[in-house]
């Protein structure tokens, strides 16, 4: 257990469909990220909130969409994805702030499959 | 833009031996993290190396940082079958987690 969780581990969509993913830490960090894990390619940093701020937006199709209500809870809102966007989406956490050099800690992931 | 590459992209290896799995980089950095990733499972963190000749050990595995060649590595010695899993190196940039990922070496170790 790395103190980020994200639900629901699994997700089967509609290219129709709307739907979220969660992200939840209390490590007390101050900055949350996404990042999509595809078969065969590097991870992908998608988005970076530092103090509930986005601060990086990767070039995401607009398909994606970020929320961070507060520094505890980053969400990924989902509408007429394609096939291709199915992947792992990873959330992570980090200190932040003036602690830096600090590793991200990682949540188990959201298995996204479009269909 | 910053490229990070691993290899092998895959590793097999008897228990017992040694081998050593090299990640590059392109551009200036002193942050360098390595993570284990086991199937269907998230990131664990394993190494932060933070300056140029940084090393780290914890059991089995070593990890290096020469940031002048951009290059860092992680060296395992004595495999047994539980160090099997996939291996990422990251290259942080910019804001302290804005990481940079390799593609990961899958290291199997057989019996």
């Known amino acids: 257990e790395t103190g980020v969780t994200q639900t629901p581990r699994h997700l089967v969509m509609g290219m129709t469909n709307k739907k979220s993913l969660k992200c939840e830490q209390h490590?007390?960090?101050?900055?949350m990220y996404w990042y999509k894990q595809s078969a065969k390619k590097p991870l992908e940093l998608m988005f970076v909130?530092?103090?509930?701020?986005?601060?990086e937006n990767n070039s995401v199709p607009s398909r994606f969409s970020p929320e961070c209500p507060n520094s505890s809870h980053l969400f990924l809102h989902l509408h007429t994805l394609q096939p291709e966007d199915s992947a792992l989406y990873l959330c992570?956490?980090?200190?932040?702030?003036?602690?830096?050099?600090?590793?991200?800690?990682f949540g188990q992931g959201t298995r996204l499959t479009v269909v | 833009e910053l490229k990070v590459e691993q290899n092998p992209l895959f590793l097999s290896m008897q228990e017992g031996k040694n081998y050593t799995i090299y990640c590059n980089y392109s551009?200036?950095?002193?942050?360098l993290y390595w993570y284990r990733q086991d199937p269907g499972k998230s990131l664990e963190s394993l190494f932060v190396?933070?300056?140029?000749?940084a090393v780290k050990q914890e059991g089995r595995l070593m990890a290096s940082l020469d940031t002048k060649a951009r290059l860092s590595t992680l060296h395992i010695t004595a495999a047994v079958h539980d160090l099997s899993a996939t291996y990422f190196c990251a290259v942080g940039t910019g804001t302290a987690s804005k990481l940079t990922f390799g593609t990961g070496t899958r290291l199997q170790v057989t019996l």
């Open positions: 190396l933070l300056s140029n000749g």
């Open positions: 551009t200036t950095s002193d942050r």
């Open positions: 909130y530092n103090f509930k701020e986005q601060t």
């Open positions: 992570a956490s980090s200190p932040q702030g003036v602690v830096l050099n600090t590793e991200a800690f």
């Open positions: 490590l007390g960090h101050n900055a």
